[in-house]
């Protein structure tokens, strides 16, 4: 599929919704504390998504049952909501969600530090959350697709952390995830041109070990092979001539 360069009314919606989306990250991120499943965030996040008058756009998509993933400690991404999963002091949380708003969809993830996490928990989280700003200083007209990649790789390479390579960033609009994919590190090649009106989920996920994940047997949740910390952070982003708006926050 060719890569949608967004109207200006589509970029008004994506807008909103980003901007709904960003709120909700806000709340959850108060809501969610030590002792509660994470059945009951999902539950949560879901009443929150509709309060606001959307949809949740993770509910159903290729069968995934809940509105949020919530991946803990060693699990990169797409962790099932489950009523005996708890979480604890001193975990790491990623919270992956979306919304659908007239149409129009939005994309993010933060990582969260329950209560008192160690500073090599919490260095990670920030050097993902700051991988993203890294990438995202190419992400403009002018620039190419694996600018982006190349900057996120090579920062985080520098303390030592595994990028993961299975899982990667994508364009989002009218459907979760639509072409071109993102990839979190150094390509041989720069990539297509980045053009104004193209809307991207930039979304960096990184290892404290080794890159390298594996599937568990529910067949959603990420975990890292190493049994290494990872944390996620994701924006869902619009391109322009000049400095990306960033629409999830
Ligand atoms: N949020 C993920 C992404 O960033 C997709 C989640 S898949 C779902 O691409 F099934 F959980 F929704
Ligand atoms: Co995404």
Sequence with gaps: MPVTIKSEREIQLMREAGKILA???????????AGMSSYQIDKI????IRSYGCTPSFLGYEGYPGSVCISINDEVVHGLPSKDKIVKDGDIVSLDTGVIYKGYQSDA???LGIGEISKEAKQ?????KQSFFEGIRFARE???LYD????IGDYVEKFGYGVVRDLVGHGIGTEMHEDPQIPNF???RRGMKLQAGMTLAIEPMINIGRPDVAWTDDDW?????DGSLSAHYENTILITKGEPEILSL
Excluded: F, N, P, W
């Design 45 to 48: 996040c879901e009443e929150m």
């Design 109 to 111: 993830a933060r990582t």
């Design 186 to 188: 150094r390509q041989k």
């Design 148 to 151: 982006i990649s190349a900057a």
């Design 23 to 33: 709120r909700v990250h806000e709340e959850l991120a108060k809501e969610v504390k």
């Design 221 to 225: 949740t990420v975990v890292t092979d």
């Design 142 to 144: 002018g620039y190419h």
């Design 124 to 128: 990670l989280i920030d050097v993902t």
